[in-house]
């Protein structure tokens, strides 16, 4: 996601400032006095937990699970009163009603008791309010983090600073732990959007931006399955999570890992990716044909567990996308085609053109809305 992180730029910054060049040990020793709340833990909801066994993903009693539905953003951004976040409780009913069995949320580590935040214990009754929701209505939940400057050069320098990556293998300890009972919190995404080459740190190579993403990638992954065994971990790639190839031969030595993707076509008529020219000139047998090739999510599909986690329409963002809703239909029939699961961004309250479904629209489905629901 590359939008609204205005509001939380400087906290969160200052915050891992602190901690990196002040303190690099303080979150450890933060973490160890912090309770392990344990507030979300039941044994007797319908959902399982979930493992993958060769490409797939599978529950417990071994059939194979299609993640699908949606993301739901906004406790990256700030932390709010829970208030706020009960009106928008119309979301997981559209989900449920709809089909979705998987939610894909934002969440911020700075605003937790781990990094200290002052509304630490408010922010995790806000995140225990969001599974609560999707428990009550039998739909997964992943946590996911979002960088705060996702794409950004100090991410780079962040993910290459070994004070950072320890600081963050502990805070992921204390965080899949604090769900460990839960299987409604199904896993994790260890970090929205890694860098890579457009991000343009001068002269870093694309081997040393995998490099340097597949040594935090491995160490999160390693503390995650640690305390939290059955939970998915969910890798990004680098480029944004645009380009997966590079995991070919370097997969991750765990359990649970599934490789995730974005890509959207109005960021790629940007570009003037020929996919999407193809699409906005109306070309679309050759469109689709390209996008398959160009998209490395369909390259890895027969190999790994892979999920199309991030993708939609952002009219308010790029203008002259013409023909998207072919694109969309397109998508959605590739990764039922490939059985690979998504989760289509957003569902939120700004950005309406963007929306499936929206309390402004007192829960009835958008234009994007309607093809989502078909594919469910």
Not at 205 to 228: L, M, P, S
């Amino acid at each position: 996601m590359k939008i609204g992180r205005d509001r939380f730029y400087v906290s969160a910054l200052a915050t891992l400032s602190f901690l990196l060049v002040i303190s690099p040990s303080l979150g450890l020793q933060y973490s160890q006095s912090i309770p392990s709340y344990g507030a979300v833990s039941y044994t007797d909801g319908a959902l399982s937990w979930l493992h993958t066994d060769g490409r797939w993903i599978k529950d417990s009693a071994g059939r194979k699970i299609r993640l699908v539905g949606a993301c739901t953003t906004g406790p990256e951004a700030a932390v709010e009163d829970i208030g706020v976040w009960s009106q928008y409780e119309l979301y997981y009913d559209v989900m449920k009603r709809e089909g979705a069995n998987h939610c894909r949320l934002f969440m911020n580590p700075y605003f937790t008791p781990f990094f200290g935040h002052s509304d630490g214990d408010h922010y995790m009754r806000i995140l225990d309010t969001i599974v609560g929701f999707c428990k009550a209505r039998n739909i997964w939940i992943t946590m996911d983090y979002f960088y705060p400057l996702s794409q950004g050069v100090q991410q780079y320098y962040d993910l290459a600073n070994p004070s950072f990556v320890a600081t963050m293998v502990d805070f992921w300890k204390w965080f899949a732990g604090y769900y460990k009972n839960e299987p409604t919190v199904v896993g994790f995404g260890i970090m929205n959007e890694p860098p890579g080459p457009w991000t343009g740190v001068s002269g870093v190579t694309r081997e040393q931006y995998f490099n340097v993403w597949r040594n935090y990638a491995d160490k999160v992954c390693a503390a995650i399955t640690e305390v939290n065994p059955n939970a998915l971990k969910f890798v990004g790639s680098i480029n944004g999570c645009c380009e997966m190839r590079d995991w070919r031969g370097n997969d991750l030595p765990y359990t649970n890992v599934v490789y995730s993707f974005h890509r959207y076509y109005c960021f790629d008529l940007r570009a003037s990716e020929a996919y999407a020219v193809a699409y906005r000139d109306g070309r679309f047998a050759e469109a689709k044909s390209l996008m398959e090739q160009k998209y490395e999510l369909f390259l890895l599909a027969p190999e790994v567990p892979v999920f199309y986690e991030e993708f939609g329409h952002r009219p308010t963002e790029v203008s002259g996308a013409t023909n998207w809703q072919q694109w969309l239909e397109d998508v959605f029939r590739l990764c039922e085609q490939y059985e690979i699961g998504f989760s289509y961004f957003r569902m939120w309250r700004d950005e309406p053109g963007t929306l499936l479904a929206s309390p402004f629209l007192e829960g009835r489905l958008s234009e994007s809305g309607e093809i989502w629901a078909k594919h469910l």
